[in-house]
T-cell receptor, first 114, second 113 residues
Framework: DGGITQSPKYLFRKEGQNVTLSCEQN?????MYWYRQDPGQGLRLIYY???????QKGDIAEGYSVSREKKESFPLTVTSAQKNPTAFYLC?????????????FGNGTRLTVT | QKEVEQDPGPLSVPEGAIVSLNCTYS??????FMWYRQYSRKGPELLMY????GNKEDGRFTAQVDKSSKYISLFIRDSQPSDSATYLC?????????????FGQGTILTVHP
């Protein structure tokens, strides 16, 4: 079955440590995205990539970094510079077309930093 | 002011009720409108996708877009306990923005038997 796999489902880290969240898709989509979800705030865009080896900052990129070396993979690193990293992180993908493409989401990674 | 406003609820209704979920927006460039359903501890899944003004129906779900009022709605008929979830509206302007969507805060819906 085609889909987006995020791992791990739950992640716990100590403050000051960098952590990388995995996202893999087998939908053959060109575009991939990282969103952060906090209670009462909806989804906010962190980074997105429309093609391999290219990515752009979203609305809340500070303290995060990404890479896009393969079409299938778009890992997100939460660095120690991110002031409030505890959140639910969602990876998504879509085809690239002129219209606003619907996003297909993974089941998220819940990160807790103490 | 947020670009997209959605009443967070929570909304609690009896089984069989008609549910109305709504979003307002301020960006007149939005042309594509979506509704996602998100179950607890899961990722959002696409329910409805509409372009520009008008209605779209899919089973028990109807999406309505009024661009003149910058208002979109999702109606759920004959609601079921399995409809209990968070509902997110999302909008995009297309063009070079591609899949960049702006989301509402989400409305938590509970349908009780």
């Amino acid at each position: 079955d085609g889909g987006i796999t995020q791992s791990p489902k739950y992640l716990f880290r100590k403050e000051g440590q960098n952590v990388t969240l995995s996202c893999e898709q087998n939908l053959n989509h060109d575009a991939m995205y990282w969103y952060r979800q906090d209670p009462g705030q909806g989804l906010r865009l962190i980074y997105y990539s429309q093609i391999v080896n290219d990515f752009q900052k979203g609305d809340i990129a500070e303290g995060y970094s990404v890479s896009r070396e393969k079409k299938e993979s778009f890992p997100l690193t939460v660095t120690s510079a991110q002031k409030n990293p505890t959140a639910f992180y969602l990876c998504a993908s879509s085809i690239n077309e002129q219209g606003a493409s619907p996003l297909h989401f993974g089941n998220g990674t819940r990160l807790t930093v103490t | 002011q947020k670009e997209v406003e959605q009443d967070p609820g929570p909304l609690s209704v009896p089984e069989g009720a008609i549910v109305s979920l709504n979003c307002t927006y301020s960006n007149s460039a939005f042309q594509y409108f979506m509704w996602y359903r998100q179950y607890s501890r899961k990722g959002p899944e696409l329910l409805m996708y509409t372009y520009s003004s008008g209605n779209k129906e899919d089973g028990r779900f109807t999406a309505q877009v009024d661009k003149s009022s910058k208002y979109i709605s999702l109606f759920i008929r004959d609601s079921q306990p399995s409809d209990s979830a968070t509902y997110l509206c999302a909008m995009g302007s297309g063009g070079t923005s591609y899949g960049k969507l702006t989301f509402g805060q989400g409305t938590i819906l509970t349908v009780h038997p």
